[in-house]
């Protein structure tokens, strides 16, 4: 409701007097207790109704109680009502007016039954309603508060004061209502299910959980069941965050989906599952559930399934990445639990984790310190955070340049070489250099020696490879290793770098020829026609920068980028989409200043320097003592540690392919330069001469031509459209006769028919056709299957119909719902949809059924 608060508070006008919502909601403060109880999630659905100065108290009372007892059917006798301890007002009518009994009505105090939206603000007393698990149990001695028995399913908030710095409480100027109803809360009510997990809203991702991992959920135990509970509910928050355009990040709203993401992956882990369940013993599983998830949306969220594609690779490219992280630092936090555990033994004190080790894990490893908690609290440590928040500090001050030595530890725990110095990078001005093997890793393993078809990770001494960071992707290349006479005896294809354990370079790649050993001189020589792309690429995105302060302000500032050989990728803050004619003003300037063929200069200096000059530094991003900054004189000013082209000239040109929105306030452009430029557009002209081919049209034509086929399209399907409605209305007239009367005091004309495959517009105009046909007083229930998997209902009812209390919206709503659908719609005229045909003739003949019984009771 954080949106009505001006509204309720009456210093915003409302736009309109009540609304309904439904609303996906994230909460992860309480993370630890998801799967713990019945009912905890990261990500659920609160449906809500809101009133803003138009019905209240009473009104809100009277239809949460038909919305719970007549729409959804719940048992009157299972249903309880907490009340604020001073309502009076509302116990009567509860107790008055609706019916419930004084005995199911309790008075509850400020804590429970009294809402507040923070230390100020709008405020009110509440009343809740609960669905009674055991009414066998009786009246006495209820207490609300036992989950064993009660669910608290819809909260009806009063919202009729503002709650002042001071505590006290003024009356606002209008009296409000703001309701809340969890879906799913309400699935476990209406499926009779044990808890939230169980309905049909979770429980298929927990099989397919329970799948990858071989294990049967129903009959696994307590932990397993917990464990099964936290993948379903974590994989439902990542798709639909990811979904509405927030990626994985350290910052943010970023953070939340990249913790979810490594709680989930944490959790498959412990659970045994390996590989993506499809042969890919090393693929990433999360993907394989988060498929499920997306199929379960395709009824609810199209958006879902149209960016199935991004969801899939961010989730991919997040879980393959903390993969690694996660078997280095769980092996290191293990080993230190264990000490911190043995420690306890001889000093007698509550074992603790010290903020040195934490910080350890954090900084080297990228090991987040909600798993380092996690995991210490399930051996019973404590996490000295005090310690670690020094730890954060200490690093802040600390120059990046001051890492030179450090300990390599692998899966075993064991130390691979003490004081192995940082990689030295000679990459700026060279693209091949001799190195000196110092270590080989296979699986994760040092080893001696490396055969040919074999995966490895080098370790060298010095390296002209670029390694993956600052948004640009890592160097590929080769590593030749020449025996006597200048003959390669052993080849490397080295296809990834990163950085680890500081300023180290992990070169990743498969032996293609020979033997590697350690201790061997190679040739690392770096593929110098994919550095140039990225080169290109990176000076491109710094002018891109450049470009977009200069026409849609300087406020504007970086939230991410990626700079690969294909293409360069630029995430910025800004409030909305670019028109058409910004996007054209930024390539122009880019290509002007492309053109002017300017001399880049590069300078490390000090961060202070830096910062006067104008250099503009990444938000977030932690610089040492002396940075690298990347001049474009007259253009930009960035402190940058990757590599770029000495001339502008040398990008040649510049074109932006798309620019969407990924996040609230995040926009993103990606976009094309030097080879990758020409690439796009001998693309594009391929597909232009094809469109030309096909249209048998010139290239300034293709629009025009493809309007008129639209033109043309549109006027078939009206065409159509109107056909199938003729259709219908002679079809509805052969139905006419099929009509049949009830009543004696009144007469009312009745159609329940099937329409066969009529879509549901040529539904509408028989039902609409008969209805005029037939004459007040008319009962029109039509259905019909346009499509596999598709059932259309429409009831339309004449005024007289309608005065006697049969509304069309409530009738056929339950009708939709045997047909696994619903719908609505106004008391004289309503349509409804389902996925189950099959269903369909019962479905009618239980219509027939109600509007019989409805109807003969109503006129005899």
Not at 585 to 606: Q, S
Not at 674 to 702: H, P, W
Not at 745 to 760: G, K, L, Y
Not at 839 to 845: G, K, M, T, Y
Request: charged fraction near 25%; charge should be negative.
């Amino acid at each position: 409701m954080l949106q009505f608060k001006p509204i309720f508070l009456g210093k915003v006008p409302r736009q309109v007097p009540r609304a309904t919502t439904a609303q996906r909601c994230i909460r992860t403060n309480d993370v630890e207790n998801v799967g713990r109880t019945a009912r905890h999630h990261t990500f659920f659905e609160m449906l809500g109704n809101f009133s803003f100065g138009d019905y209240f108290k009473k009104d809100a009372i009277r239809w949460a109680w038909e919305l719970s007892t007549i729409e959804f059917g719940l048992p009157v006798n299972r249903l309880w009502v907490s009340i604020y301890e001073d309502d009076d007002e509302a116990f009567e009518i509860w107790h008055n007016e609706v019916g419930v009994p004084a005995e199911r009505i309790k008075r509850m105090g400020e804590e429970d039954n009294f809402w507040t939206s923070g230390p100020t603000g709008p405020c009110g007393p509440c009343s809740e309603l609960y669905y009674d698990f055991h009414p066998d149990k009786g009246p006495d001695n209820v207490d609300l508060g036992d989950d064993t028995r009660f669910i608290e399913f819809y909260n009806l908030v009063f919202m009729q004061y503002n709650k002042k710095e001071d505590r006290s409480l003024e009356p606002l100027k209008q009296k409000n209502i703001d309701t809340g109803l969890g879906l799913e809360r309400m699935a476990q009510i209406l499926q009779k299910v044990p808890n939230n997990y169980e309905t049909d809203l979770i429980y298929p991702i927990i099989e397919k959980a329970s799948q990858l991992a071989n294990i049967s959920y129903t009959s696994a135990n307590d932990q397993t069941k917990t464990s099964l509970k936290v993948i379903g509910d974590h994989m439902r928050a990542i798709v639909y965050l990811i979904s509405d355009g927030v990626v994985p990040s350290n910052i943010g709203r970023g953070y939340v989906v990249r913790r979810l993401i490594r709680r989930a992956v944490r959790t498959g882990k412990s659970l045994g599952i390996h590989g993506d369940g499809k042969g890919d013993p090393k693929g990433a599983f999360l993907p394989t559930i988060a498929e499920k998830v997306v199929e379960m949306s395709a009824d609810i969220d199209l958006d879902v399934k149209s960016r199935e594609s991004r969801i899939l690779e961010e989730i991919t490219r997040e879980e393959l990445q903390f993969k690694q992280t996660l078997e280095r630092g769980e092996k290191l936090l293990d080993q230190m639990l264990q000490e911190a555990v043995s420690d306890v033994v001889e000093t007698g004190n509550r074992p603790c984790l010290s903020g040195k080790d934490a910080f350890l894990l954090y900084d080297t490893y990228g090991f987040p310190i909600e798993i380092t908690i996690e995991m210490a609290g399930e051996h019973g440590v404590d996490v000295d955070m005090d310690g670690f928040e020094v730890e954060m500090e200490n690093q802040r001050r600390q120059s990046q340049a001051a890492h030179t030595v450090v300990k390599l530890t692998v899966e075993d725990g064991s130390s691979i070489a003490e004081n192995i110095d940082d990689t030295e990078f000679l990459g700026y001005n060279t693209l091949s250099t001799r190195a000196v093997v110092q270590s080989l890793l296979v699986d994760g393993k040092p080893v001696i020696r490396v055969p040919e078809g074999s995966d490895v990770e080098v370790l060298l001494n010095r390296t002209p490879f670029y390694a993956e960071s600052g948004g640009q992707i890592a160097d590929n290349g080769f590593l030749y290793v020449n025996g006597d006479g200048n003959q390669q005896t052993a080849v490397v294809e080295v296809r990834d770098v990163q950085k680890s354990l500081g300023n180290i370079f992990v070169h990743k790649g498969t032996v293609k020829g020979g033997v590697l050993e350690v201790g061997k001189e190679v040739e690392a020589t770096v593929d110098p026609y994919l550095r140039k792309r990225a080169k290109v690429h990176h000076t491109a995105t710094h002018l891109l920068q450049s470009g977009l302060k200069k026409v849609i302000g300087q406020e504007t500032s970086q939230a991410g980028s990626l700079v690969a050989f294909d293409r360069l990728r630029f995430d910025f803050n800004f409030h909305r989409p670019l028109h058409d004619s910004e996007l054209e003003e930024i390539e122009n300037l880019i290509n002007g200043w492309i053109a002017d063929a300017t001399r880049l200069e590069t300078k490390v200096m000090p961060l202070a320097d830096a910062k006067q000059a104008g250099a503009i530094a990444m938000f977030g991003e932690k610089y040492g003592e002396e940075v690298r900054v990347v001049e474009v004189p007259g253009v930009s000013m960035e402190l940058c540690g990757g590599t770029h082209v000495g001339n502008t000239a040398e990008i040649r040109a510049f074109k932006i392919i798309s620019e969407q929105g990924i996040a609230s306030g995040v926009r993103r452009i990606e976009a094309v330069a030097g080879e990758a430029f020409i690439e796009y557009i001998n693309a594009r002209d391929s597909q232009m001469r094809r469109l030309c081919s096909t249209l048998k049209v010139k290239a300034e034509d293709v629009a025009t031509r493809v309007e008129n086929l639209l033109d043309e399209l549109r006027a078939a399907r009206k065409e159509v459209s109107d056909l199938r409605s003729k259709a219908a209305i002679y079809r509805a007239s052969v139905l006419a006769n099929k009509a049949f009367t009830l009543g004696t005091s009144q007469t009312v004309r009745v159609i329940v028919e099937s329409m066969d495959d009529a879509d549901a517009d040529s539904l509408k105009n028989a039902a609409e056709h008969l209805l005029s046909t037939l004459e007040d007083p008319a009962a029109v229930i039509l259905g019909s299957c346009p499509d596999k998997d598709k059932v259309s209902l429409v009831a339309a009812f004449s005024p007289s119909v309608v005065a006697l209390g049969v509304q069309a919206g409530k009738f056929i709503g339950s009708i939709a719902k045997m047909c696994g659908g619903g719908g609505g719609g106004r008391p004289n005229f309503a349509q409804a949809g389902g996925r189950k045909p099959e269903n369909l003739p019962s479905a009618l003949e239980k219509a027939r059924e109600d509007i019989v019984a409805t109807l003969s009771e109503k006129v005899g």
